[in-house]
């Protein structure tokens, strides 16, 4: 494994944005040339005034467009859009809504547009089911089968939500998205932001969040996505923040995450959304609480040639302190580099997004062969 300095040519642009705190992009590249961005923007995490955005970037264009404003229910927080381009040309906008910090009482929205997001449908409830969230976008597979990753906030006893019963599932339909069918991920308590990815060979392989901060997490499916092996650790740590990952077109597989873990951490968050509260942690959190405050930075690219089964090259994107104690943006406080997006578009270029302190959604775009160079 070889590991880079940051590279000279990662130089990030913010998108434009009109909020106190910008979280959770994610990308698409439309077969227009033009790109797009959604994330979450409002006061903080869970408050009703937190909705989706969305900006562009016109083909032929360095600039992005000011951004328009996708959801807007009073009474939820509208967290982690996803956006899908089916093989009729529909675009797809998935979202979860939740009220207030209640993670048990989310369901996922969707919205779809026509003509590639100029204009959009009124927002619909996807599914029956609570506590659901995504993150991580739909697959499609050669014999027509879409692939929604899902996963499910948990507690137990009425206790309040920490995330370490969380777990994953595969949402499937087999009629472009009429209806959908389930199937969980055995093994996967702790495993979330389910991340499938196609491989050349016709293998399905997944990379997972990890709740205890420990080490990313690998699972494949053999049947179309029908089953999927239980999730187990790769080489690469992780911070119990956001990961995503691409299939290149030779087949090669590049992902975007924080080198880090509770490891590398000195002090730990026991609230989610109120203000700061630490306390003392040991070097090794027992994998039955999940572990929240682990820096996020810095934010890596990382090159597998297997499957993901190893990671030999890996260069540094963002670097700072990562300090993610609080979600609080106004103040300045958090310093996180965090749930990053990449895509490869035709031309091969790879496009990346991140989040930056919860303030901005930084952009950049780089040459494969740059990257790793």
């Not at 009474?75 to 998935?94: I, K």
């Not at 209806?179 to 491989?199: F, Q, Y």
């Not at 992780?238 to 077109?249: E, F, H, P, V």
Request: proline content about 6%; overall charge negative.
């Amino acid at each position: 494994m070889t590991d880079n300095p940051t590279h000279p040519r990662f130089s990030a642009v913010s998108l434009p944005t009109n909020r106190v705190q910008n979280h959770a992009s994610n990308l698409i590249a439309l077969p227009n040339g033009d790109i797009l961005c959604v994330w979450f923007a409002g006061t903080m995490e869970g408050k009703s005034d937190i909705s989706v955005h969305m900006t562009r970037r016109r083909k032929g264009s360095s600039k992005w467009g000011a951004p328009l404003q996708l959801s807007n229910d009073s009474e939820r927080s509208e967290q982690n859009p996803v956006l899908f381009l089916d093989p009729d040309g529909r675009l797809w906008l998935f979202y979860t809504a939740q009220p207030g910090g209640n993670q048990q009482q989310a369901f996922v929205r969707c919205r779809t547009s026509s003509d590639l997001g100029e204009s959009w449908s009124e927002p619909r409830q996807m599914f029956d089911e609570l506590g659901l969230f995504v993150r991580q976008p739909v697959v499609v597979l050669d014999n027509n089968r879409w692939l929604l990753p899902v996963f499910y906030c948990n507690s137990r006893g009425g206790e309040t939500w920490t995330g370490e019963h969380d777990h994953s599932a595969v949402k499937i339909s087999h009629d472009r998205g009429m209806t959908w069918d389930e199937v969980a991920v055995p093994g996967s308590t702790g495993c979330v932001h389910m991340n499938i990815l196609k491989r050349p060979d016709g293998q399905l392989v997944a990379f997972y969040r990890s709740r205890w901060a420990d080490h990313i997490y690998r699972s494949i499916s053999n049947d179309a996505g029908r089953t999927w092996s239980p999730p187990s650790p790769t080489d690469l740590p992780n911070n119990n923040s956001s990961i995503q990952a691409t299939t290149l077109k030779n087949g090669h597989i590049a992902m975007v995450f924080n080198r880090a873990s509770a490891m590398d951490a000195t002090g730990r968050r026991t609230s989610l959304y109120d203000d700061l509260d630490e306390q003392s942690c040991a070097k090794e959190p027992p994998q039955s609480r999940a572990f929240w405050g682990a820096p996020r930075s810095p934010l890596s690219l990382a090159l597998s040639l297997d499957g993901g089964k190893s990671w030999p090259k890996i260069v540094t994107i963002a670097e700072g302190d990562g300090y993610c104690l609080s979600n609080d943006s106004a103040s300045g406080v958090n310093r996180e580099l965090s749930y990053p997006s990449i895509i490869q578009s035709e031309d091969g270029l790879l496009h990346i997004s991140y989040t930056h302190h919860r303030k901005t959604i930084k952009y950049l775009c780089i040459d494969e062969s740059d990257a790793f160079s």
